[in-house]
Structures are given as C-alpha cells and as structure tokens.
C-alpha cells in the first residue's frame, strides 16, 4: 500500500544481472505482442465494423433518415461531451492516481496509456460482437466509443491491484481476457437479465476490483518484502496521484450519466453522482483525521476514498434515488472506504495474501457492492406514483408490466452474486495463465521500479545537495 517515505533509491540500485535479465528484457516480448495484437485488431476492424447511421455519410443523408432526423440530433452532439470527459478520466485521471509509487511514475501514467489505446480497441468489437452486430457487422457511433472507455475503466481497476508487479507483456494479455469476459457479463446483465447499471457499480467497478484481486492472489509473492523501500510514496508523488483524483472527481457526473437516457435521467443521474461526491469527501475527511492517533490526515485516504461516491452512486444514479438519498450513499461510501485502507488492506494481505498495490478493493470494490445493493432497494420500490411516465425510460420492463418493481430488485441483486462469480473465477484462471515465465514477470527485487523498463534520467540533485553546493563554493571563493 501507499506510505509515506522520505528516499529514494537511485537507479544504480538495481544490480546489473537484473538488468540484463533475458526473461525480463522487453525488447522482442514487447514489440511481438504489440504487432501481433494492433495487425489482428486491424483485420477484425477491416472485416467486421461499420459506421452506424449517425456516423456513416450515405445512410445518415439516405431517404427519410435524414428528413426525420436533423445534423443538429445526430447523437453526436448529446453524447461527444460526456466521452471527452469518460476519455480524460480514462487516460488522465487513472493514470495519474496510480503515480504515488516513488520510483514507478513512468509506469503507472505510460503502461495505462498501452493498456488503454488496447483495450478500447478490443472492446469496440467485444461489446459490438454482443450488442451492436447486425446482418453480421459491428455497427459503432460516439456511444460505442463511451462503452469502450467504460470497458477499458474496469481493466485499469485491475491493473490498479497488480501495479509494480507485472511486465507490460502481461498487462496486454490480461486486458486481452478481461475485456472479453467484461463484454460477457455485460451482455448476460443488460440484455439476457434486464439489469439496470448505467454508471457501472457492477459492469465496471465491482468487476474490475474483484477480477483484479483475484489476479493479484494468484500472482502472489512471498518475497515482495525485498522491494517494500520502492512500495511506497514521496511528496511529490503524492502530489500528482493528486492531479488524478481531481479529475476523475471532478469529471465523474459526466462518467455516470454518459450512456443514460437522454432527459432527465440523465440530468439526475449527474446530479445524484454530484452530491454523492461532495458527501463522500466530507466524511472521508472525517474518517481519515479520526482513525488515525494524531488525527492528521492521511493523502492515500483524501487521494482514493473521496472518489468512492462516485462509485457508489453508479447503479442508483439514474433512478429517482432523491439528492439527500445519494448524499446518504456517498456519506457511507467514504465511511467504508477509509475503513478498507485503514484496517482491512492489511488484513487482506496478511491473512488472505492478496497484495493490493493501489486498494482497489476500498474504492472500487466495497463502494461497487454498496451501489449495487442501494440500486437493488431503489428499484425495489420503484412504482408509477414516483415516476410517472419516466418509469418507460428507467424500468421498461416495469412500465410494462413485463415485471414488479420487486422482481426487479431482486434481478439487481442476482446480478451482483452473477458479477462476483465471473470476476472471481475470471481472475482465477487468467491470473494463473500470467503466471507462465514467457510473459517475463518481474523478479521480487525488481518490482515497483522503472528502470526495469524505462530509459530513466539521472537522478535529479536533492535541495540540500545544492545547498551545500554553494556552501562549499563560497567557502572556496572566501578561502582564495
């Protein structure tokens, strides 16, 4: 876990049979697997993708299409805001919240950016495959782009779980697998099941934390202890893992709302996710001064559970959930959360020899089941009285009598146990197939470090040393 340090190693710290190591050396491993992957990518998109009717030039402006429907409802212009904010949550607000480690900067930022580029990609046809095929193409447009980020979150939450211990190679072939058995239990949520989850508690958040978990069990290494100096963090580092909470704080209404029905579940679901987050950052505040003896506040807790409302509030988001309810919501989560990294990360790691770097389970995990549980209650009670006609758009298969309200509920809370299960036994079989030496892991002494993979400047000269710099010039110039 994040803890406070105050040194660093240098980069010559690494032995030199370390680095030279062939099982770890990148330079065929890394550039095979990125060719091999983008070429197949290329023939898939080449053979199987389309433009939808929004995006392709001829079916847009084809017969009455383009009478009935404007440029100006292209969905285009509803669903382009929402992606760039989902995009830089993606690419700027992960990758940076993983920056705290001391030595691994290079790797947190530049590894979720590969993963991301891939596994978007891969998405697109997963989740097409499932939900967008029609007469035997993949028909994409701006919301297939959202849905693909939303995939790709859930493989940069597991990331989070085995960061600093994984070869890029491996972080590749695990996006490979999970965006796949994403686009399953997606598909076996949404359509086969009817299961409401558009700010993904469960799809995404739930998922990702306990695939990732599952992973890290399985990689587990009795000998991490040799690299615990690197597993930790310095004040700056702390400071851009920083940046990153800021802006997924910031843009997370927008994460929540973005493939919600146009109108007012998505400006609820927007609202709901607001006030969620401004309820969890108080109490994380709160929680984190008064767990600890000195009552000084903890930057892990501030950096990570903050967010943990934003999760929380994904499944009930859209639903008529009320702004003191998702305040409620949010007030827990930052409650739990901060719980999570005080006391039960070690537990985890001691008894159950689960080594989650970042916490995901305190974030993502916990906060994901707490959503899906509150979605579950909502819907239970949902009912015309409440909704009016906006329950079409909210429930359908209630509006139509298709289902109760309770039945409803209960699908919600089956579809929590079905998103659990495929994570967990997901995890437990990619996680051994990672395991293989081919994919070039790590050594124990080398994790939690960029040089391992990255060409590193020179250590930058620390203020002190520059201080007695001058010190000493000084003194030579008095002396001459």
Known sequence: MQEEASSSLPSSSLSEDN??????????????????????LIILFGVLVQYDEDTDAKKHHHGNHSKTKPDIENDFYYRYPSFQDVHVMIFVGF???????????????????LIAAFSLQWA????????????????????????????????LISFGAVLGKTSPVQLLFMAVFEVTLFAVNEFILLTLLGTRDAGG?????????????????????????KSKHKNCSVYHSDLFAMIGTLYLWMFWPSFNSAVTEHGDPQHRTAMNTYYSLAACTLSTYAMSSLTAHDGKLDMVHIQNAALAGGVAAGTAGEMMLTPFGSMIVGFLAGI???????????????????????????LHGMPGVLGAIVGAVTASLAS??????????????????????SYQGGVQAISLAVTLGMALFGGLIVGFILKLPIFGAPRDTTCFEDSLYWEVPGEEESHEDQLTTVKTEESDKLNS
């Open 19 to 40: 680095m030279t190591d062939s099982s770890t050396n990148m330079r065929l491993k890394l550039p095979i697997t990125c060719f091999i992957l983008q070429i197949i």
């Open 95 to 113: 990758g940076f919240l993983m920056t705290f480690l001391q030595r691994y900067g290079f790797s947190s930022v530049g590894f979720n950016f």
């Open 124 to 155: 697109t046809l997963m989740q097409g495959f499932f939900h967008g095929l029609h007469e035997g193409k993949i028909h994409i447009g701006v919301e297939s782009m959202i849905n693909a980020d939303f995939c790709t979150g859930s493989v």
């Open 201 to 225: 508690s469960m799809t995404i958040h739930t998922f990702g934390a306990y695939f990732g978990l599952m992973v890290t069990r399985i990689l587990y290494r009795p000998n991490l202890d």
């Open 336 to 362: 739990i959360s901060v719980l999570g990294f005080k006391y039960l990360t070690p537990i985890l790691e001691n008894k159950l020899k689960i080594q989650d770097t970042c916490g995901i389970h305190n």
């Open 384 to 405: 015309r009285e409440v909704y009016g006609e906006g329950l079409e758009k909210v429930f359908p298969e209630v509006a139509g009598g298709y289902r109760t309200a």
